[in-house]
């Protein structure tokens, strides 16, 4: 956890709902500054504390597009297609820059077309620092309902 402290954005902790029960401890009464102080003040515990094991996974597979959908192959021989990823447009209206009506976006836009003869990869990632909270929320738990 604590190697992926430097990257992290103070918004990144609040919408977690097991985090909520840090809430506590904040002072209404006094206030910092910068919000960066006051999730350095947070986290610190948790991360000095190795109250968290973040795990993550990433895989690289073989893709090209086709029409608006993403074809993921089983290997570099692009001969089986494991899936098609389906994606969705962009749904807004798109501004007119010199004159040109700006494109409606899809991740398929970004992927090489199979009719391209380039062999593209799509990355996919998971990642978790939940782990261990529940031992965590316990705890603390324990302490608030003295």
């Not at 990144?12 to 209404?28: D, E, K, N, Q, Y």
């Not at 899936?83 to 004159?99: A, H």
């Not at 976006?105 to 990869?121: I, W």
């Not at 782990?131 to 705890?139: A, F, N, R, T, V």
């Amino acid at each position: 956890i604590e190697n992926l402290q430097p990257p992290m954005r103070p918004i990144s902790l609040f919408p977690c709902p097991r985090v909520l029960i840090l809430s506590g401890t904040f002072s209404t009464t006094r206030s910092w500054a910068n919000p960066r102080d006051v999730f350095s003040r947070t986290a610190s515990p948790i991360i000095q504390g190795r109250w968290l094991q973040a795990n993550g996974v990433v895989m690289l597979l073989p893709s090209n597009t086709v029409n608006d959908g993403i074809e993921i192959y089983t290997d570099d021989t692009r001969t089986q297609v494991a899936m098609t990823w389906r994606n969705l447009r962009q749904q807004t209206v798109r501004p007119i820059v010199d004159g040109v009506q700006r494109s409606n976006r899809s991740l398929a836009d970004f992927t090489a077309p199979k009719d391209s003869g380039v062999a593209d990869y799509i990355d996919m990632f998971a990642v978790t620092a939940g782990l261990g909270i529940d031992k965590k929320e316990k705890q603390l738990e324990a302490v608030r309902s003295r």
